[in-house]
């Protein structure tokens, strides 16, 4: 369904999953480099976040670090994984005055060790937070947590503890990284890209998507608000005939 005009809008998203691209076009637009586009980004995550909070939007996703962003020069991985580290340090006293719990969602134990310490210990610091959830996505992909989500099933299988045919859907979510969080009810793109990207393919299921074309670095308070209104917009049925909010 296209946004139209309605006299009755959706609530605001309970959960908000991003794709934060367009850093590195974003950076050459303005002559600089593409590290200077993920640098100016961290902005983009702060702004986004405290409007989140001041919204009352319970749950955000971002993706910050794909499988598939192993891949690029090491030198732009460096960068990325130090600016990880020095964006965690300088906003704790953030995620703590706004109540914000921070998790971390992928296969972490590809991260060097340095990161991977660094957001333990924010994950530590936040547990006890409960307004706002910010689940990172680093070093995430879909297809990877479903595999790991698999073997670990396929292992309570060969141990005889669960029998193939038993096994359901919700057993499959919960043995995801995202366990106990609800799906995404928008899934928002920057950068005019539409792709998913192996991003929560499991989860996005009937999420509504929204693409805009403001490169990430760019994307702050008012996008943000324009993304959620054109959401709000939108009927969702999923699959069924009658409009619903929620499933
Ligand atoms: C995609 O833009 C962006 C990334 C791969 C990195 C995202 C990282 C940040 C926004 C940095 C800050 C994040 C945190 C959590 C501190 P791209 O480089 O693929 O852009 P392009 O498609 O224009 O080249």
Same mark, same amino acid.
């Given at each position: 369904?296209?946004?139209? =005009?309605?006299?009755?809008?959706?609530?605001?998203?309970?959960?908000?999953? $991003? $794709?934060?691209?367009?850093?590195?076009?974003?950076?050459?637009? +303005?002559?600089?480099?593409?590290? /200077? %586009?993920?640098?100016? %980004?961290?902005?983009?995550?702060?702004?986004?976040?405290?409007?989140?909070?001041? #919204?009352?939007?319970? @749950?955000?996703?971002?993706?910050?670090?794909?499988?598939?962003?192993?891949?690029?020069?090491?030198?732009?991985?460096?960068? #990325?994984?130090?600016?990880?580290?020095?964006? &965690?340090?300088?906003?704790?006293?953030?995620?703590?005055?706004?109540?914000?719990? &921070?998790?971390?969602? %992928?296969?972490?134990?590809? &991260?060097?060790?340095?990161? !991977?310490? =660094?957001?333990?210990?924010?994950?530590?610091?936040?547990?006890?937070?409960?307004?706002? /959830?910010?689940?990172?996505?680093?070093? @995430?992909?879909?297809?990877?947590?479903?595999?790991?989500?698999?073997?670990?099933?396929?292992?309570?299988?060969? +141990?005889?503890?669960?029998?193939?045919?038993?096994?359901?859907?919700?057993?499959?979510?919960?043995?995801?990284?995202?366990?106990?969080?609800?799906?995404?009810?928008?899934?928002? !793109?920057?950068?005019?890209?539409?792709? $998913?990207? *192996?991003?929560?393919?499991?989860?996005?299921? @009937?999420?509504?998507?929204?693409?805009?074309?403001?490169?990430?670095? /760019?994307?702050?308070?008012?996008?943000?608000? *324009?993304?959620?209104?054109? @959401?709000?917009?939108?009927?969702?049925?999923?699959?069924? #005939?009658?409009?619903?909010?929620?499933?």
């Amino acid at each position: 369904m296209t946004e139209d =005009s309605r006299d009755t809008l959706l609530p605001l998203p309970e959960h908000v999953a $991003i $794709i934060m691209d367009g850093n590195g076009r974003w950076a050459k637009s +303005q002559g600089l480099e593409r590290v /200077d %586009g993920h640098r100016v %980004g961290a902005g983009s995550v702060r702004a986004v976040l405290e409007e989140s909070r001041r #919204l009352g939007i319970r @749950y955000v996703t971002l993706y910050a670090f794909s499988t598939e962003n192993w891949k690029r020069p090491e030198e732009e991985v460096v960068a #990325l994984m130090s600016l990880f580290i020095k964006h &965690l340090e300088q906003e704790l006293p953030l995620f703590l005055e706004n109540d914000i719990r &921070l998790r971390a969602i %992928g296969d972490l134990e590809r &991260l060097p060790s340095e990161v !991977r310490i =660094s957001l333990q210990d924010k994950i530590e610091r936040t547990k006890h937070c409960e307004s706002l /959830d910010l689940l990172l996505a680093v070093s @995430y992909g879909s297809r990877n947590e479903l595999t790991r989500a698999f073997r670990s099933l396929s292992k309570r299988i060969e +141990q005889g503890k669960l029998s193939a045919s038993e096994l359901t859907e919700e057993m499959i979510t919960d043995s995801l990284d995202t366990a106990g969080i609800p799906d995404p009810d928008l899934l928002i !793109r920057t950068s005019s890209e539409f792709r $998913i990207s *192996n991003f929560l393919l499991w989860q996005l299921a @009937y999420s509504e998507i929204v693409v805009t074309d403001v490169h990430w670095p /760019d994307f702050r308070e008012e996008e943000l608000n *324009n993304c959620i209104d054109r @959401y709000r917009r939108r009927k969702r049925r999923f699959g069924g #005939l009658e409009e619903v909010e929620h499933v």
